[in-house]
Structure formats: structure tokens, C-alpha cells
């Protein structure tokens, strides 16, 4: 069995909570992410014949009060990163975290997930926002946790480069 | 030929060579020529190289792992088939001690809870127990374990620090838990949180958790971080277990929990670890203070009731006997029938017949047996036993006999007086013998009274073997005795004897025999006899006896002279006795 552990990281209200819930079903309530800044979850991913252990830690939303916890992110194998597609300043915050996670962390897998695509009409961000990171190699995937549109997938995605983690490091650079 | 045609000869010939080659090398080849060139590889060469190669080739493709496998399971599978001895021998030094500790691990816990629940069973706690089994549902065994409890490691978790990712974990049999990849997720966030939260010294870390009787145990080392979850109060060696644990478990997983990449299964192996933490201790087993302080109240009441029971048993099994032994003694006796007999809340009853010249059972009791008189209740029926023994006693009362009379009864129905008995009581006797035929025929056949003698007729035959017995002796040649007294005595003697002679109905005579020693003349001694004879005679009549009761025989000489000293020729010069009846006295 392999096993690993995933961060959920993104802006306040990005909606990484509601992802998750969509993703698995969970042992924890909410609350302890209020509390202690973290809530985890488990799902188990089947890659081809591989079945990978996926320990979700969704860690509380970065805002303007608090900060994500650096050492939560400690031993992370890869990590989700949540924007809300509505809400412009979460693809800033996001590339910021990225950049801090990549300092602290290293460059580990990550997936972006532009979140609220059911909201499409009142997207703050458009693709041409989107084509610069994409350019840079991130991996990006528009959903929606309310519809589960792209939520499995972008899980997959992100399962499948833990599991090639040099291939994926090697097209990040 | 000209130059041309030398040419054209010499151009064929080249032509020709430069095929040949062509042809051999086509035939040949290069790598025919290589393998000529070169020499074959040798065994040894590669067997010089081979261990490195593999070395290379497994850090160089992971794939070389998995291309082994069939291999190796083909080996395995052809050494099996082969000799399985090989194998088993080589796996016998892990088997053994994986076997014993599985099977002494489900012993162990088999015990446990059997001893917990034999224990408390039959205590006062155990129906409140069994209250709230039924009450939440749960098994008796498991509330029990629960209210004896002074702890038990429930489950044991081993972390990686770094990622938080459960490595492995163990839970004991009757524990329940959650879903133990989230918990060490939790407690590794746990961690962080108050590391980050609250500021803790470098190095620190959060030993203990504690929520009511539930404690969460923490030992962190370079790698790993073993999390025990502990029910109760667990006592401090239970630390330095865990932290001996978590050593081990660093000293054999070391390098692989430094290169952990998610992959838990070489550290499959850290379960033995974990295992040895699965501890529990319940109360009144290793608290020995208490119990030593207060002895249980169960096992003191049990002891004491055993004690009891064992007593009462060896009790009851003296007293069955020695009754038993009582009625048995009273069976044995003539004249009394046991038909009825128990024993009950230390009361005896006893039934049966009783007849009255048998023994007195109280007296019996009394006189063989501890048992208290008091204690029995008899009930005896009155009957007329025929038993030997009691018969002789029923004709003794009846008959009275006088002291110097028996009665025996043979094994031929032969009651047999004897003895001397007044001659009215033998009249009675006698007309008891005939009349008594109606109630004792089967038994007495027949009286005998031959034995049985008048007391008369006895003093009569006294007396005459006396007045036969008594000689006066004269001197040589003279017709009065010397004897005087003698001749009183024989005339008291015989008056006593005429008297009871004429009761019985007789007249005996009794005749003086005066005699002489044979020397001297003939007639000269028959007249001596005579004079002698008549002397005796004159004197019994003197002392009044009556005449006709005696009589005179005059002998004369006896004895023969030639054979005859002189005490014996003195013999010969007396009066002897000598009694004759004369029948009936004529009234």
C-alpha cells in the first residue's frame, strides 16, 4: 500500500472544504479546522493496479487575519491548490502560496483547481489570467464542488504525478 | 596473347580474388570472425562480476525487483519440491518464535478475559454488572474488563514524523477504533498545532494526551513516532517500553523510514514492535498491596464455605456410619428385628420388634455407641422370638431352675436339664416338659431330664458312698475297737440317710460285715468276726439307730496269710459297711 499525504491549500472561502466533501467522506467535522487550522480525510485512488492511500489534510484557508501553517505542510507529497473562480484576489494568493510552498516545501506536485465553475457567469477570471501559469507548467483544472465537475479529476491528476514524481519534475523544468 | 588480353586476365583474376573475398566474407561474416578473434566467455569470468552486476542493475532499474520474483518463486517452488526439509529448516528459527508469540499473544488475551470473568462471576459487583450489560448493550465480559481495568493499551500506532502517514499499528482484541490512517494524521496535526500555537522549546514534544480514563501516549524518535493508546492509568515502565519499542523499531527500519516514499510495506516487519506494547494490567491481580491488605471477601466466604461443606460431609459421613454400626449391633441381637431405620436433622427413628427377654437397645447404645440416647425415637412391637437364645431365657424365667441346674439346647431340638434341683421342682419341671409341647414342639423336640438329678437322691448316694466308705479296725485278736468317734459319726451319718431314704419311699438296711485276719484258728476268727460285728452294732444302737435298719454278717478270716504283711493282716480286723435297699418301706 502506498500512501500519501496531500494538502489542501488556498485562499479563505475558496471552496477546499466543499471539494473534499465532494471527494471523500470523512471521519472529522469541520470544526477542528476552525480550532487547530486542519481537518483531514482519506480517499483511496486506484491508478491502474497501484491503489494509493491519499491522506487529504485541508488545511485552513489562508486570509488577511491568518496564515497558512508552514508546518502542516511538512512531509506533503503533493498538494491542491484552490482558487475561486469568482473572486480574482484568490489566483494571487494562490501563486503566492505556491511560491511559499515552494521555498519552504521544495517543488512538489501540485494541481490548481479554479473552484465554482457552476458560477461561470461571474468569473473574476478568465483564461488569458490562467495561460501565463499554464505556461510556467502548473497543471490546471477548472471544477466545481457543488456539480463534482472536475473534482475527481483533478485528485487523478494530482495521484498520477505523486506517482512520476520525476517526470513531473522533470517538465517543470 | 597480347597485353590486352594479360590485362583483361589480370583484371579477371583481381576480379575474381575480390569476389572470393566477398563470398567469404559473405559466407563468414564479421561475426563469425569476432567469435574467432575473441575467446567464449568463461563462467568464472562472470561469476567474478555478477554479484556487482546485480548490485548495478537493481540501482539502475527498478524494474529489477520485480523481473527476479518469478525466478525466485520458481526456486522456491523446485527447492519445495525437491526436499521441503531444506526450506523448513531454514524458516524454523523465524516460524518458531513468530508461532509462539502469535499463539501466546491469543492465550494471553483468551486467559485475561476468562480469569476476568471467572473471577467476578459470583461477586455482589457482578449483578450490577450484568445491570448494565443489558442496560448499553454491551457483552458481561467486556463491562467486567471495563470496571476491572486499571489500564490497557487499546492500539498502537507508528507515524512517520515527517509526513504524518501511518507506518503501521496494532489494537488489542477488545478495543475499537477509529480509522487509524486519520488518527496519526490527526496527531501528527495535533502536534504541529501546539508546537506552532504555544511556544514550546526546540526539541520538545507533546507527550501526553489525556481526555477522562482515555491517555494518548506519545515517544517520538529520529524517524518514527509510536502513539499508544492507553485506557486507564498505565504505569511509567509502560514509557520506557514504547521508547525501547520505538528504538528497535528505528535500529531494523532505519534506512527505509529515512527514504519513506508512502510505501508501508517493508515496514510491515515493525508489527512485532508494536505488539510487545499491547499491554494491560486488571485489578486485583498485580495490585497486591490491596490484596494483601484485604484478603477477598469471595475467596474468604467460598473457603470458609467449602470448609464448611467439607466439615458437614465428613460429619455426616461419621454419623451415617456410626448409626449404621448401632443398627447393625441391634440386628445382631437375639430377639430384636430392625425394619425401620433413618437418620434425619441429627434425629434417628427406629422401628422394629422387640421381644422382652432380648437385650435393652438403650442399654446397648449406651454401652457401644457415642450416640446420645436422647436423640433416638424407638418404636418397637412386642413379638415372641424363637431364636435359641431367647427360648432358653423364656424357659429359664419359667422353670426358675435352682443354681445347679443348665439348660442346653442341642442342635437336635434336645433341651437337656441337668444338674440337681429339689425333686418338686423336678415334678414341675417335668409336668412343664409335658404340657409345653403346643408352643415350642418345632424347636424342642424332646426333654431330656437323664442328666437331671434329685437333690434327695444325690444327698442319699452322699451319704451312703460315705457310710460304705468308713472301716472300724480292732486290735489283733480283740473284739472292741479303738475307733469310737468313727462309729458316732457313721451312726449320725446313717440316721440322716435312713430319714431321707424313708421321704423317697425306701428302706435300706445297712449291713456290719465283721471280719477277722486270716490267722489264727478258723472258727476261733469267725467267732471274733462275729463279737466284733456285734459291738459296732450294740454301739449304733446306743447312739439310736433304729434296729432294723441293721444288720449282722459275721465273715470270719479273710485275706490269705502267705501273701499278707502286717499292716494288710490288719485290715482284715474290722467292721466294713455295706448298704442294701430293701424296696419299698412297708407302711
Not at chain 2, 480469569?115 to 449483578?127: D, I, R, Y
Not at chain 2, 521508547?243 to 532505519?254: A, I, M, P, T
Request: aromatic share 6%; hydrophobic share 40%.
Amino acid at each position: 500500500m502506498i500512501q500519501k499525504k496531500v494538502c489542501m491549500i488556498g485562499a479563505f472561502a475558496t471552496g477546499k472544504t466543499s471539494l473534499v466533501a465532494r471527494f471523500v467522506k470523512g471521519l472529522y467535522s469541520d470544526k477542528y479546522q476552525t480550532t487547530i487550522g486542519v481537518k483531514i480525510d482519506k480517499k483511496q485512488v486506484a491508478l491502474g493496479e497501484q491503489t494509493i492511500n491519499m491522506v487529504l489534510w485541508d488545511i485552513y484557508g489562508e486570509d488577511e487575519f491568518q496564515n497558512i501553517k508552514m508546518s502542516y505542510l511538512r512531509g506533503t507529497a503533493g498538494y491542491l491548490l484552490v482558487v475561486d473562480g469568482t473572486r480574482r484576489e484568490t489566483l494571487e494568493i494562490a501563486v503566492q502560496l505556491q511560491a511559499k510552498v515552494e521555498k519552504n516545501i521544495g517543488p512538489i506536485p501540485f494541481v490548481l483547481i479554479v473552484n465554482k465553475f457552476d458560477l461561470q457567469a461571474e468569473w473574476e477570471i478568465s483564461d488569458e489570467d490562467l495561460a501565463p501559469l499554464q505556461h510556467r507548467g502548473w497543471s490546471i483544472l477548472k471544477g466545481s464542488a457543488k456539480t463534482a465537475q472536475g473534482v475527481e479529476d483533478s485528485f487523478l491528476q494530482l495521484a498520477q504525478m505523486l506517482m512520476a514524481p520525476k517526470l513531473t519534475s522533470l517538465a517543470q523544468a | 596473347m597480347n597485353h590486352s588480353n594479360l590485362e583483361a586476365s589480370q583484371g579477371e583474376q583481381s576480379t575474381e580474388v575480390g569476389e572470393l573475398e566477398q563470398l567469404r566474407r559473405l559466407l563468414f561474416g564479421g561475426e563469425l570472425e569476432n567469435l574467432l578473434k575473441r575467446p567464449p566467455v568463461q563462467a568464472q569470468d562472470v561469476s567474478a562480476v555478477l554479484a556487482d552486476a546485480i548490485v548495478e542493475s537493481q540501482q539502475q532499474s527498478p524494474q529489477f525487483s520485480a523481473a527476479t520474483v518469478p525466478t525466485v518463486e520458481a526456486a522456491i517452488r523446485h527447492s519445495v519440491k525437491l526436499d521441503s526439509n531444506i526450506l523448513s529448516d531454514a524458516l524454523f528459527p523465524v516460524i518458531g518464535p513468530a508461532t509462539r508469540k502469535s499463539v501466546s499473544t491469543a492465550i494471553r488475551n483468551l486467559t485475561q478475559s476468562l480469569n476476568q470473568g471467572l473471577e467476578h462471576s459470583l461477586s455482589p459487583k457482578s449483578f450490577q454488572w450484568r445491570l448494565e450489560a443489558a442496560r448499553t448493550g454491551r457483552s458481561f465480559a467486556e463491562v467486567v474488563m471495563l470496571r476491572t481495568l486499571v489500564y490497557q493499551v487499546e492500539q498502537v500506532l507508528l507515524i512517520h514524523r515527517e509526513t504524518g502517514l501511518l507506518l503501521q499499528q496494532v489494537m488489542s482484541d477488545s478495543a475499537s477504533a477509529q480509522d487509524p490512517d486519520l488518527v496519526s494524521a490527526m496527531l501528527t496535526a495535533i502536534q504541529d498545532f501546539v508546537k506552532d500555537s504555544f511556544n514550546v522549546q526546540a526539541g520538545g514534544s507533546l507527550d501526553t494526551l489525556e481526555f477522562g480514563e482515555l491517555n494518548i501516549w506519545i515517544e517520538e524518535g529520529p524517524q518514527a513516532v509510536l502513539a499508544c493508546v492507553i485506557r486507564g492509568n498505565a504505569p511509567q515502565e509502560l514509557r520506557e517500553l514504547l521508547q525501547d519499542s520505538l528504538e528497535k523499531v528505528h535500529r531494523s527500519f532505519g534506512t527505509v523510514l529515512q527514504t519513506f516514499e508512502g510505501d508501508t510495506d517493508p515496514i510491515a516487519g515493525s508489527r512485532l514492535y508494536l505488539e510487545d506494547c499491547l499491554r494491560s494490567q486488571f485489578k486485583g491481580k498485580s495490585d497486591s498491596e490491596s490484596s494483601q491488605k484485604q484478603p477477598p471477601t469471595l475467596a474468604l466466604i467460598t473457603g470458609c464455605l467449602l470448609l464448611g461443606i467439607s466439615g458437614w460431609l465428613a460429619y455426616s459421613i461419621w454419623a451415617q456410619q456410626r448409626w449404621n454400626d448401632y443398627v447393625n449391633l441391634l440386628n445382631q441381637q437375639p430377639g430384636l428385628v430392625v425394619i425401620h431405620s433413618d437418620h434425619r436433622w441429627g434425629s434417628y427413628h427406629l422401628s422394629g420388634l422387640r421381644d422382652p427377654f432380648a437385650v435393652d437397645p438403650q442399654k446397648l447404645m449406651v454401652e457401644h455407641t457415642s450416640l446420645n440416647p436422647k436423640k433416638v425415637e424407638f418404636r418397637w412391637s412386642s413379638y415372641v422370638s424363637l431364636d435359641q437364645e431367647i427360648l432358653l431365657q423364656r424357659l429359664q424365667r419359667w422353670l426358675s431352675p435352682p443354681s445347679e441346674v443348665s439348660l442346653t439346647l442341642g442342635e437336635t431340638g434336645i433341651l437337656r436339664v441337668s444338674g440337681v434341683a429339689s425333686q418338686d421342682w423336678i415334678d414341675s419341671a417335668m409336668a412343664i416338659a409335658e404340657s409345653s409341647d403346643g408352643f415350642s414342639a418345632d424347636i424342642i423336640r424332646q426333654w431330656d431330664f437323664s442328666q437331671l438329678q434329685s437333690a434327695e437322691q444325690h444327698r442319699l448316694e452322699q451319704l451312703q458312698a460315705r457310710l460304705e466308705s468308713r472301716i472300724i479296725l480292732f486290735g489283733d485278736g480283740k473284739s472292741k475297737p479303738e475307733m469310737l468317734t468313727e462309729i458316732e459319726a457313721q451312726a449320725q451319718d446313717l440316721k440322716a440317710f435312713v430319714a431321707i431314704a424313708r421321704r423317697l419311699g425306701r428302706s435300706p438296711q445297712m449291713v456290719l460285715n465283721g471280719q477277722a485276719d486270716p490267722r489264727g484258728d478258723r472258727a476261733q476268727n469267725l467267732k471274733l468276726s462275729q463279737e466284733r460285728a456285734q459291738y459296732v452294732q450294740e454301739q449304733l444302737l446306743a447312739q439310736g439307730v433304729p434296729a432294723r435298719v441293721l444288720a449282722i454278717k459275721a465273715l470270719g478270716a479273710r485275706g490269705n496269710t502267705d501273701l499278707l504283711g502286717e499292716g494288710q493282716a490288719a485290715q482284715f480286723r474290722s467292721v466294713t459297711f455295706s448298704i442294701r435297699d430293701e424296696g419299698p418301706e412297708e407302711q
